[in-house]
């Protein structure tokens, strides 16, 4: 559908969370998800009721009466389905990446680094023929971030995933790079892999930030009141509630971001 209303799609979220750490990279989570998150860079409004059109058209999609970027997906052969949420970026955002839905415009959304995410993501095969955009890692942790900023106090679900990604980094491939890259503050940190990988997640983060996104980034980043209670939030849903692995994961991100910033 968006392919052919020349959409550029960005699979985003948890669901882009297990695929890379899952499908890609073979880790086991543990975390499953309902929930698909598919991101696209609109002109207008027009655009995007287009797109939502055509997929309620298609058949198996049915429109949520209380959110407007939400489809609810009911396959043909009674197998479970999934919730659909649909977000619109480029032409409908306001003002650091606020975007305000009709027709009554009094519900506000971010979508701040999506964009960002967009032009840093990658084409993955999640099935024989089956190419997806999916944003990458680091870009899942700005937007888990943002995410958290604007519903953390009532959804703890970005904190999980965030701490995810900073605990996992380190299992992706990246150990080579930190002896190429980052060789000093992997010494630094006494060769803790998962520590200094926190911290690539954050400068790699810092890199395909844009100047907007890095503003709003470092606002959170920066600001100790929000970082303790990230920390709390992770630690509330990490298991053990352990906070100072938490702190210092949080801590190597923060630096390795403002590596960049």
Not at 100 to 123: I, K, N, Q, Y
Not at 194 to 199: G, K, Q, S, V
């Amino acid at each position: 559908m968006a392919a052919g209303l020349g959409l550029p799609m960005l699979l985003v979220g948890a669901t882009a969370r297990i695929v890379l750490l899952e499908h890609v990279h073979g880790l086991t989570t543990g975390l499953g998800t309902r929930d698909i998150d598919f991101a696209f860079a609109v002109s207008g409004w027009p655009t995007f009721d287009a797109l939502k059109r055509a997929l309620i058209a298609s058949g198996p999609f049915e429109a949520s009466r209380d959110a407007a970027h939400r489809l609810y997906y009911r396959p043909p052969s009674g197998e479970s389905g999934a919730i659909v949420d649909l977000i619109p970026f480029g032409g409908v955002e306001g003002p650091g990446g606020a975007l305000a839905w009709p027709p009554d415009l009094d519900v506000v959304m971010s979508v701040v680094g999506f964009h960002d995410a967009h032009e840093a993501a990658a084409d993955v095969e999640i099935a024989p023929g089956l190419v997806v955009r999916v944003a990458s890692l680091p870009g899942i942790a700005l937007l888990k971030l943002f995410a958290w900023r604007d519903r953390g106090l009532s959804n703890a679900k970005d904190a999980l995933d965030l701490h995810m990604l900073l605990h996992r980094y380190g299992e992706t491939g990246v150990d080579t790079r930190l002896y190429h890259e980052a060789l000093d503050r992997f010494e630094a940190l006494d060769y803790d892999l998962e520590l200094a990988a926190a911290w690539l997640l954050g400068r790699d983060a810092a890199t395909l930030a844009g100047p907007d996104t890095r503003t709003q980034a470092l606002a959170i980043l920066t600001n100790t009141t929000a970082c303790e209670r990230l920390i709390n939030d992770m630690a509330r849903t990490s298991g053990d509630g352990a906070i100072d692995p938490l702190r210092r994961l949080l801590d190597q991100f923060v630096s390795g971001f403002l590596a960049l910033a």
